[in-house]
């Protein structure tokens, strides 16, 4: 087993939880799309989120943002393997893949990635398969629909049970896939296939739904939609304090892994986060 891999999975086993920085190399991603497209960009972002505290950076190479077209297998290729190998060599942190392509999996495996970070929870065809051969932990998330037409009137009786239910199935697919349960890591999808609403009842929710899935959940509301209407529609990249208060309320209720794109202030605010917890 790689060195980072197992690095990854110890650090997931304690309750304390991790930040992880966002570095998106494509031109059309919500918030940063197009400012680190080329290599040496993106090495010095991904440096400096590892100077200010992350543990983990998650690399992505296509778009998910509602509305967001398909990228051909070689232009991901294209613009995530050279950073990858990069990274390698450059930051001492753990890495993650946000892919769906399990081509892209089986390569960015060798590449030495811990973990696979998937927004369509290994349902492409050969996906299972290419993230049972690796070595890397694997990230399955909930999404209602495709990132084109997720937020077209998304709909749920009960979007808590929902988005559980769905979650057992995946992991129940990976375990029966060869993926062992150390290795697995649960996304609710905030703003994937949701309204406001549902993605206001899924924070309210959250340890609820980490109590039944008993696995280590990772919360992604940084500069998101629902935090722009929450604070007068403010653009993504004015979003901080609000994308801060959802990560500490997304902490104080177990979440294990912050997938944010300011990640000092981050690291900082879970600091108190900590500190309260932890107290007499």
């Not at 296509?62 to 450059?90: C, H």
């Not at 089986?106 to 590449?111: F, I, L, N, P, S």
């Amino acid at each position: 087993m790689g060195d980072a891999a197992v690095r990854l999975r110890q650090r997931l086993a304690r309750p304390e939880p991790l930040v992880m920085g966002v570095l998106n190399v494509t031109p059309d991603s919500f918030s940063d799309g197009g400012r680190y497209t080329e290599v040496d960009a993106a090495v010095a972002r991904a440096q400096q989120m590892v100077e200010e505290g992350a543990e983990l950076i998650d690399i992505g190479g296509e778009s998910t943002r509602p509305g967001a077209e398909a990228v051909p297998l070689d232009e991901e290729r294209r613009r995530v393997l050279p950073l990858l190998e990069a990274l390698a060599e450059r930051v001492d942190v753990p890495l993650s893949i946000d892919t769906s392509k399990p081509e892209i999996m089986t390569e960015a495996g060798a590449a030495g990635v811990a973990l696979i970070n998937d927004v369509r929870a290994l349902a492409a065809p050969g996906a299972l398969s290419a993230a049972a051969a690796l070595d890397a932990s694997v990230c399955v998330m909930h999404m209602q629909g495709e990132p084109r037409s997720m937020q077209t009137s998304p709909y749920y009786d009960n979007v808590v049970r929902e988005v559980g239910d769905f979650l057992e199935e995946r992991i129940a697919a990976c375990i029966d896939a060869g993926i062992g349960r150390d290795r697995l890591v649960v996304d609710p999808g905030f703003g994937f296939g949701k309204t406001l609403d549902h993605n206001l009842s899924l924070l309210r929710h959250l340890a609820t739904l980490i109590v039944r899935l008993d696995l280590p959940l990772l919360a992604g509301m940084s500069r998101k939609r629902m935090i722009g209407t929450l604070t007068g529609g403010a653009p993504a990249e004015e979003r901080l304090y609000g994308s801060l208060a959802a990560a500490v309320l997304a902490a104080e209720r177990g979440a294990r892994v912050l997938r944010v794109h300011d990640v000092r202030p981050t690291v900082e605010a879970l600091a108190i986060v900590q500190a309260t917890m932890k107290a007499e």
